[in-house]
């Protein structure tokens, strides 16, 4: 009787099989055991990895023709966002260190290793595509970015401390400031855009109010130098960071509420600090590894002030080699927590409770690099981890699955990668060039059919080469892979 069953779901799998390639092929049903087949054609595929080809995509595409896999759609649509992302090269050709996306996706900001931004205009209607501005010259090193959340402004900062603000669409000097000789180590605005908060060498934070006099900013005073700066999603407290030194500011006072030393007691040992969205969180790493999560409890409240309780949680040491890449970020809905460093990243996940605030202790390691990871990010819609790394991948993640969506190869290091607000498109920074990749996964999905006509669209040749067809099909009679 069992083996009876088993006859008659093999007979059923393979009337199925067979439909779906009469559909495909437009020819009789062929009842087919070509599981085999399609699996060899996806191990030919992987063993011409990690650079994909048209031939790489072709033997893709036949495996999907005869039996449709989970394996076959992932690597025909990481070989489809291989071959159909864009390059753009900045003039004059250089290294391209930082890459960063305006708040409504418009712009596009690009900083170079030759002192200058390179600022961009993403044209929504031949996406992905970038048109030049104009080329933002520093007289040094550029050392951050930042766009205003109303989108009226660009601000760059150098290390010879200048402050530049560049009024958007088309790149034009708004003003320029010197607020000290040495370097501005980071920028960020308020949500509101009413206030640039610069961290500088010379131990001061400068809060430098946008819609008033310049003789308006405040002075934050710090131990040393402030190498990081960020607001709350509400804007009413100032995260900075003064080398192993944690500070947390009121805003409508700008008063100090509360300050806390990393255990790393050296110069610049913080390397991240990131508010949760849901501004119960408070992250931060150092690059030692260690990265403590401080609970921001609403009901913890000193003069109307809400302050952290206390102690922090001190989650596991991500790795033991010290390395300035360590990077914290916060999922859209702020139930999980990445950290990133050596060639790993690590997540946990986070949770309220009747008591306060919990976390799942324990990480799980989703990503793997050969080299160290560089930058880590959320997509805003979807639980999509997205990591940059020396070794010249990017990995997409989704941590509901904890399947791989998307693997990006480049031909050098990614420094730098800024997803656009509509989720879809990546821009990164490698080498001397930037790239745009459009973003298919299982939550933005392609169906087969719909998946391979994409392929074949981005194909220049739309069949295997009859020598190529024995090669890897053999005996089976010849045919066009695409056809219109």
Known sequence: MKIGLSVIIIIVISLISGWWLK???GGQPVITTNTILAQQLLDKAEQLQPQPTALTMLLEIESLRRMPSPRGELLLRE?????????????????????????NGQWLASSQADNTVQLWHYDVMASPQLWPITTLHHQQKVTALA?????????TSGEDGLVYIW????????????FYQEAIESLAFSPDSLWLVLGSRNQVAYLWPLTTSLAATRRLPHPAAVNMAEFSPDGSWLATVSQSEIEVWEMAEARQVWQMPHQE?????VTSITFSPNQQWLATA???????????HPTSSVQGVVRPVAPQIQLQKIQHERNFWTKTAFSHDSQFLAASGGNSVKVWQLAASVGGLTVNMTATTFIQHQDWV?????????NWLISASLDGAVQVTDLKTQQLVNYLAHNAPVLSLALHPNNLVLATASG???QLWQLNGPDNPLSTTELITSACNQLPYKSLTQTEWQQYLGAEPYRQTCWN
């Open 23 to 25: 559909d495909v092929y």
């Open 374 to 382: 560089t930058q880590i990010t959320f997509d805003s819609q979807k």
């Open 432 to 434: 001397q060039t930037i």
């Open 286 to 296: 150092d690059w030692t590894g260690e990265v403590h999560l401080w609970a921001l």
């Open 167 to 178: 009024s958007l669409p088309l790149g034009q000097l708004f003003t320029k400031q010197q």
């Open 147 to 155: 766009f205003s959340p109303n989108n009226q402004w660009l601000a």
């Open 265 to 269: 007691a050296e110069v610049e040992a």
């Open 79 to 103: 070989s489809l966002a291989v071959l159909s992302h864009t390059t753009f090269t900045p003039q004059p050709i250089t290294q391209v260190q930082k890459v960063l996306f305006s708040p």
